[in-house]
């Protein structure tokens, strides 16, 4: 779906530049076309790979390549480009980026021109949803919500803690690195659910379902995400926040950051002990998956101002875990 654009004040129509020159560039403006309740203005195509003469698309001509791409947006006051490219035109994207952020030209990318889980215009995450001030706020509750629950279960630590140092070996709690907003790595606190040393041998590998490495309790733990209860000290500590995108550890950001164009954008806000992704989407056991997740976490990132949506992911998470459906 078609994400619905901010229209200035000032005017009734954005212009546009659609960069990319594909079937979903086409698809694209086929959408714009029948919604002009979204404002823009198509001036035309731009065709990252070099200009073809006479090219046009429903009589929008290509009016430009990535070379010229600056003088194209002055000379058509364009107000915003919308960026839809091909797996072949990827290596454009760079330099696209910084050709908007020259000419201070706002943007909105498709964060993945051939993959169904990604077909509605994305907004730039850099420009988050949330303002400075509603940060602070948001900081706050975090805070001050994380605070209580730790007092309030602090008698389920005790019995959680004594039940994993009767089952197996080992220590209580388990630390991982992971990437938190903006690439900072921090330690993500849980109670210990697998053998120790799972890693050990193996290397950073993803938990599958019915993971041998996971114990008994660690199963009963995962189900109904007790597991992540200690994760209520990396709120207090600022690393997290209540709900966002999960924190990944940096071996698997790396590998996703070349795989899937938009995953670095993920890191725009604080990762989350719940999240939009978590509660909609299953085990993510493929890199399909991961795109599914990613879609979700874009979309959360795109509302985060929104009670109504932190209301549900909050409400979806209590069934997860009064049912069991953790992973």
């Avoid at 629950?149 to 803690?161: Q, S, Y």
Wanted: charged share 25%.
């Amino acid at each position: 779906m078609l994400a619905k654009v901010d229209v200035k004040d000032h005017q009734s129509t954005i212009n546009t530049l659609i960069i990319g020159w594909n079937n979903e560039a086409a698809n694209l403006y086929d959408r714009i076309l029948n919604a002009p309740a979204l404002g823009y203005n198509i001036k035309g195509f731009i065709r990252p790979a070099g200009m073809q003469e006479d090219s046009f698309y429903k009589n929008v001509p290509v009016v430009g390549d990535i070379s010229t791409l600056s003088k194209t947006i002055e000379s058509n006051s364009i107000d915003e480009v919308l960026i839809v490219l091909s797996p072949s035109e990827q290596q454009f994207l760079t330099e696209i980026l910084s050709e908007c952020k020259k000419t201070e030209t706002e943007y909105r990318v498709v964060a993945d021109a051939y993959d169904a889980a990604y077909k509605h215009v994305v907004r730039d995450v850099i420009k988050q949803a949330l303002k400075p001030g509603e940060f602070g706020v948001r900081r706050v509750i975090d805070f001050l919500g994380s605070l209580f629950m730790i007092i309030l279960l602090f008698p389920l630590f005790i019995i959680v803690a004594l039940a994993i140092k009767i089952e197996s070996p080992g220590t209580i709690f388990y630390s991982q690195q992971r990437c938190g907003k903006d690439g900072k790595i921090f330690p993500v606190f849980k109670f210990r659910s697998m053998v120790q040393n799972a890693e050990k041998i193996s290397g950073p590998v993803w938990a599958q379902k019915n993971d041998p490495r996971i114990t008994k309790l660690g199963r009963f733990m995962r189900k109904t995400r007790i597991d992540e209860l200690p994760q209520l000290m990396n709120i207090i500590r600022g690393d997290m926040s209540f709900i966002g995108p999960r924190p990944e550890r940096p071996f698997f950001v790396d590998s996703f950051k070349k795989q899937i164009p938009m995953y670095i954008n993920r890191l725009k806000v604080k990762p989350g002990v719940t999240g939009l992704a978590q509660v909609t989407v299953g085990y993510d056991e493929t890199l399909e998956d991961v795109k599914a997740k990613i879609s979700a976490d874009i979309k959360y990132i795109e509302q985060a101002d929104s009670w109504k949506m932190n209301i549900w992911v909050l409400w979806k998470t209590v069934f997860v875990v009064l049912l069991g459906e953790g992973q």
